[in-house]
């Protein structure tokens, strides 16, 4: 839940709770300077969903939002061009269970990755952008996604700018991974840039995509020392290696409901 600041909300929320008898599993809050409340509460227990919801909405101030997710694996469609790195690192925790959620369908603008795709049994769309308009290919895609109905789409380093058209089909729900701390060396080939300018971090970031290129709500970020003696190879593949570490983190996050927006920031609880 999110809204404006006051007193006893942690207690109303609780309090009916324990009338509906739920079990706190954890509960975080914060208050932001702007005096916004945020609270994540995880409970457990037998209980109708809708009347928890509708006691609460009862109990709480004007101006309160709530979200009641059952603990469950989000359906996600993934996105790519032609790396492996990203898809790889999702496919081997999908397999063995540890993505939180279930990889319905793969979606590319070219076919170089179908054959490890299909080493684990997940439907792979290619989807060329050739010859077509952007919107028409947007379009493709999105008859695509009306089979799955994915509640996220992961852009595992899909080199195609989504315009806002397509992305409002998706608010907050597309996650992106950058190779860098945004907005720095946007463009092609990254780490030959960063290497050209004797960087002495590299990092990754992932986002939420919205209507501006690579300036969507910050997920999840870290970072890399480099030096000198690091060539524009290594740095490509220290920097992968953390694109992987952290996507992984950031859906981490968004599967399992941690990930509050707020304007243009997010609020980790």
Do not use: W
Not at 28 to 54: A, C
Not at 182 to 195: C, K, S, T, V
Not at 239 to 245: A, N, Q, R
């Amino acid at each position: 839940m999110n809204g404006p600041d006051n007193k006893g909300l942690i207690y109303n929320v609780t309090h009916v709770l324990y009338n509906h008898n739920q079990n706190i599993i954890s509960q975080d809050e914060y208050v932001s300077p702007s005096k916004q409340f945020f609270m994540r509460t995880e409970f457990e227990g037998e209980g109708n969903p809708e009347k928890i919801i509708n006691d609460l909405y009862s109990t709480l101030p004007t101006g309160i939002n709530l979200r009641l997710n059952p603990k469950k694996k989000k359906d996600i469609v993934v996105f790519v061009t032609k790396e492996h790195d990203c898809l790889g690192e999702l496919l081997i925790r999908y397999a063995f269970d540890e993505l939180d959620a279930t990889i319905q369908a793969v979606i590319s603008n070219y076919n170089t990755l179908q054959p490890l795709v299909s080493k684990f049994g997940i439907p792979f769309h290619f989807i060329s952008h050739e010859h077509k308009t952007r919107n028409e290919h947007e379009e493709a895609i999105l008859r695509t996604l009306d089979i799955y109905k994915p509640e996220y789409l992961v852009l595992a380093k899909y080199m195609r700018v989504l315009t806002t058209d397509f992305v409002k089909h998706y608010p907050h729900r597309i996650v992106n991974i950058h190779h860098s701390f945004l907005p720095a060396f946007i463009g092609a080939n990254p780490y030959r840039q960063a290497y050209e300018r004797g960087v002495k971090i590299i990092g990754a970031t992932a986002h939420f995509v919205n209507d501006n290129l690579d300036e969507g709500p910050i997920i999840a970020q870290d970072v890399k020392e480099v030096d000198h003696r690091l060539t524009a190879l290594d740095m490509a593949t220290l920097g992968k290696d953390t694109e992987k570490s952290v996507l992984s983190k950031a859906l981490k996050l968004v599967f399992n409901d941690r990930v509050f927006i707020y304007g243009n920031r997010t609020v980790i609880l």
